[in-house]
C-alpha cells in the first residue's frame, strides 16, 4: 500500500473539500488516503490494472474512463484533482474537463521544470528520464494553465526539493572536468531548498 507523501498530504488537507474525484488516480493511494481522511473521494485511471489493484487494496470507487472525457454530470464533484497526470496529456483538454465536472475546486501536482542554473551543468532531475513526459512546468506557466481554464489560482507551492546526492553522483559520472568544478563551485552556494522538483496547486472556479 502507497504512502502520499507528506507535503502532498498537507496540501490535500489544506485545499480538498467535499465529494473529490481523482484523475489519473493510478494505484489509487491518494483516493485510499482521502477516504481515511473521512472524504467521500472517487479514483478514474484509463488503465485497468490499476483500477482493478486499487479496488482489492482500498476498496472505495474506481472508475475506468479517459481523462478527456470524463463520464460524469457537469458538477458532479467539490473538488477535482490530478496529482502527476497533466504532464502525460493533453494538458489544457484534460484540465477543460476537470473543470467540467468541479463545483468548487481543483487541485493539481506536476514535475517542476529544472531550474536555468542545474540545467547550465548538463544534469536534469530524475523525473524528467520518464520519456512519457511531454512537458515540465515552473510557477508562471502552471498559473497560465489554470487561468487559462478559467480558473482563480489560490496557492502555488513548491515541493520535493532536489535530491542532491544524487545530482552530485550525476556530475562525478560526468568525469573530472570544468563542468564538474564548476557544479561543485556553484552547488556550495546555491539554496537547495529553491529547486522544487514538485509544484502543487490549488485554484477554484470564479463565483
Known sequence: ??????????????????????????????????????????????????????????GGQFVRADAGALPFDDSA????????????????????????????????????????????????????????HLRYYDEAALRGLLEGAGLRVLEVESADPVNVRLLVRRAVSLGGGLRERLFFRWLRGADVAAWPTTLLAAAERPA
Do not use: N
Open 1 to 58: 500500500m502507497e504512502r502520499v507523501p507528506e507535503r502532498h498530504a498537507a496540501f490535500l488537507e489544506a485545499w480538498v473539500r467535499g465529494r473529490t474525484l481523482d484523475v489519473g488516480c493510478g494505484a489509487g493511494a491518494v483516493v485510499g488516503h482521502l477516504a481515511r481522511q473521512g472524504h467521500d473521494a472517487v479514483g478514474v485511471d484509463f488503465v485497468s490494472d490499476f483500477i482493478e489493484y486499487a479496488k482489492a487494496t482500498y
Open 77 to 132: 464533484f467539490d473538488t477535482v484533482l490530478a496529482f502527476d497526470l497533466l504532464e502525460h496529456v493533453d494538458d489544457e483538454q484534460v484540465l477543460r474537463e476537470m473543470v467540467r465536472v468541479a463545483r468548487d475546486r481543483v487541485v493539481i501536482a506536476v514535475p517542476a521544470r529544472t531550474p536555468a542554473a542545474v540545467r547550465e551543468t548538463g544534469l536534469v532531475y530524475g523525473h524528467h528520464e520518464d520519456r512519457s
